[in-house]
Nanobody
Framework: QLQLVGFGGGLVQAGGSLRLSCQPS????????MGWFRQAPGIEREFVAA????????IYADSVKGRFTIARDNAKNTVYLQMNSLKLEDTAVYYC?????????????????WGQGTQVTVSS
């Protein structure tokens, strides 16, 4: 069983930056595809970004492309979501997720393990 711990959320002004981190406990996530999703109140959970464990480019939701960057450091067993130029509409609870099957996916149901979520609030 893979347990994920996401952290790094907080309150930031519009235009600012935050970096989220996600680490597994119990085992390495070296061969998992990792993703970030977010959920705002009253809205379904939506895809943000995903990265494979090997080579290849990550994928992003159109709403964050050019502003967010997903990266992983397998040596540190950590996946990151660097969020720049934050907007009010980026306010949500952000979840990291892991997928055992190799291959990027923007579908929440394709992921097997989920972190507990970390709140990101962007203020004007």
């Amino acid at each position: 069983q893979l347990q994920l711990v996401g952290f790094g959320g907080g309150l930031v002004q519009a235009g600012g930056s935050l970096r989220l981190s996600c680490q597994p406990s119990g085992r390495t996530f070296r061969t998992y595809t990792m993703g970030w999703f977010r959920q705002a109140p009253g809205i379904e959970r939506e895809f943000v970004a995903a990265i494979n464990w090997g080579s290849g480019s990550p994928i992003y939701a159109d709403s964050v492309k050019g502003r967010f960057t997903i990266a992983r450091d397998n040596a540190k067993n950590t996946v990151y979501l660097q969020m720049n130029s934050l907007k009010l509409e980026d306010t949500a609870v952000y979840y990291c997720a892991a997928r055992q099957v190799y291959g990027l996916s923007d579908v929440a149901a394709a992921y097997d393990y989920w972190g507990q979520g970390t709140q990101v609030t962007v203020s004007s």
